[in-house]
């Protein structure tokens, strides 16, 4: 009897561990058609990201400027003519130069041989502490939000703009590109507050699409133009017929807390959620969960020329066809 109650045992400690193997296959990446970019990552750390229009791929590291040509990488730093090998923030123009912040606070520009060195000097621009995103307007003109107030630069000048009371936007977390009137759009810190600035003043943005503009975490554009806003706890606002509606992604709020949005060519939806990388089409979500991709501390997703979609955090950057 005494053995009997032994075997049993025996039987379902087997059953358990080849249960616990099941689970454990089914968590592996390998049905989820991701791939680790390589040679990233080279003992430092991703910062940011960001594709010209070559197709070419760029990533600030903490241990330079990162070129990803097809499969060949290039390394840029202090050897190169950079003043510091931290880099927080990367963009491109249109002229397919490229922008770094560096974490010296000062601007490269990298016209794809030589660094040029940029810096604030004159006496009203103070160095530019904390910056939260550099973007390049649609007059080629710098811009760069920081904790602490906007910077422009036009190719030779700098300017500073400090907002204070009554529109509290001294805190500028983010910026992009206005989708109705070029303008830029301003996200900040303070309640999630938007306002557009055209180079010279600032305004509030009361709302977009019909939607309180305060309630949008980010938004993005298609190749038509078409408005895509993440809603604050609610969903994706997407353009329809009669008129806009709200898609929900889930039925939690991590699900819904939209980060970054990307549409495709092909009408295809990508976002990034507090949990998750999903993708719509024609209304059907496909949600890839972290037991699937490695998204953790994922909060910005990139489209290249191919769609095909780019996602990084710290330790890598992956791609999914």
Known sequence: MRNTKKMRF????????????????????????????????????????????????????????????????????????????????????????????????????????????????????????????????NNNHVMISTLHGLYTYNGSNWSVFYFKMPLEVSKISNLCKHPLNLNNILITQDDNKRFTFDGNSIKPLDSIMGFPSDSIRCLTTDANGKIYCGITVRGLLVPGNPSPHILSLGIDWSDNAISDIAVASNNRIWVATANSIAYIDNGNIHRYRPGQLPIYSVEHIRLDRKNKLWFYNMAGVYTIE
Do not use: E
Not at 39 to 57: E, F, H, P, R, T
Not at 63 to 81: F, I, P
């Open 10 to 137: 025996k039987l379902l400690f087997v059953v358990l561990l080849f249960t616990l193997s099941a689970c454990q296959k089914q968590n592996h990446f390998d049905d989820v058609p991701y791939v680790t970019v390589d040679g990233i990552v080279n003992n430092s750390y991703i910062l940011d990201m960001a594709i010209d229009a070559n197709n070419v791929k760029w990533f600030a590291t903490t241990g330079g400027l990162v070129k990803l040509t097809g499969s060949s990488t290039t390394v840029y730093k202090r050897a190169q003519g950079m003043d510091c090998d931290t880099l927080t923030k990367v963009t491109t123009d249109a002229n397919g130069d490229v922008w770094c912040i560096t974490y010296k606070a000062s601007i490269l520009q990298f016209n794809g041989s030589s660094f040029i060195i940029h810096k604030p000097s004159t006496p009203s621009v103070h160095s530019m502490a904390q910056p939260t995103a550099i973007t390049i307007d």
